[in-house]
Every structure is written in C-alpha cells, then in structure tokens.
C-alpha cells in the first residue's frame, strides 16, 4: 500500500473545494458566500483493508430522504472493524438500478457538534476502492457530507439507523462552516 493515498485524497479535497468555489454547477450558486470546507487532518488509523461479509439475503430497503421522498437499496454486506478499540459494523448498500458502487452511510458521536447534524457518506467504487484479492479499502477520511449541508434545495437520503455508530469518528469532511442555501434565497 502506497503512501500516495494520502496526497491523492489532498488533491481530491482541493478539487472539490475549487468545484464548489467556481463550477456553474456548484451546491452553492451565489459563490461570494461560499466558506470554504473544513476537514480533519488526513489519518492512516482510520483507513482500513476490509472483507465485505455479503447477506446471504439482500435485502432491498428503502430509506427515506431529506424531501420526504424515497430512494431504494440493497443491503449488500457490511465491514467489520475497530475504531480506537471499539468494534464497528456498517452496512454497504447499493443503488437499486444498476449503478455498481457501494454506498455506505454513517452518524456517529462528533454530529452536530463538529460534523454534519444528520451524517456522512462514503462511495466505494469497483475499480478504486476493491483489491484483487476482493477485499475493499474504506477510507474513514474519505467521509463527505451530504448535498443537503450546503444547500437545503437538495434531496439527500437519511442513514439507515443501522449504521449510527455511538462512538466518534473524527475522519473525513467537518460540518460546513458557512450557513446552507435555504430556501428562503430563491
């Protein structure tokens, strides 16, 4: 495992914060009120080398969304693992049609407080984030928030209770520092 990691997720950050900044299609359309996106530092302790455990029964569930709709998924497997000593089971779902990646959403103890209030997502994609040998890295730092903490237009789905862990998890984006965009501004 390279260390490479590291630097390329520092590239994607300030990819992502000059996409917010300046792109027509942005989250946030009026640019001069955007503040910037706050992380924590980058942490090899909360990049993992996982087996999926898959379901023998895949279960599709549908989970609720920010705009009181729904979108529907797959529970496919879940990662097991330890965070500063505690174990940790999350769920990896996929989209129901067809898109081939993971989605695996979590809340845990820092919400709120110095995270985004209703949680964080991470994408697994195939041909990234699977080794040969199937198993798959999740990367902790690699956490992001929803749409919906930038600007409140967006529909988001909400974490499957399942995988709101009760310990912190202090990887990944920090809440936004600026206010969303509600829907008073349109």
Request: hydrophobic share 25%; aromatic share 12%; charged share 30%.
């Amino acid at each position: 495992m390279s260390a490479d990691w590291q630097s390329e997720l520092e590239q994607q950050r300030e990819q992502k914060e000059q996409y917010f900044a300046s792109h027509p299609r942005s989250p946030i359309p009026n640019h001069a009120d955007f503040a910037g996106l706050d992380y924590y530092p980058i942490d090899p302790d909360y990049r993992f080398e996982l087996e999926l455990h898959e379901h023998d029964d895949k279960e599709q569930i549908t989970v609720e969304t920010t705009a009181d709709g729904s979108q529907q998924y797959v529970r496919d497997g879940e990662f097991r693992f330890e965070v500063d000593g505690e174990d940790v089971t999350l769920q990896a779902y996929q989209p129901v049609g067809g898109e081939d990646r993971l989605w695996v959403p979590f809340r845990d103890e820092t919400n709120d407080e110095e995270t985004y209030g209703a949680g964080r997502y991470i994408d697994l994609e195939p041909e990234h984030d699977r080794m040969d040998e199937g198993t798959w890295i999740l990367d902790l730092n690699e956490a992001y928030n929803p749409t919906c903490a930038y600007n409140e237009a967006y529909e988001c789905p909400l974490i499957p209770m399942e995988n709101w862990l009760d310990i912190p998890v202090r990887a990944g984006e920090k809440a936004y520092p600026g206010e969303p965009v509600g829907h008073s501004h349109h």
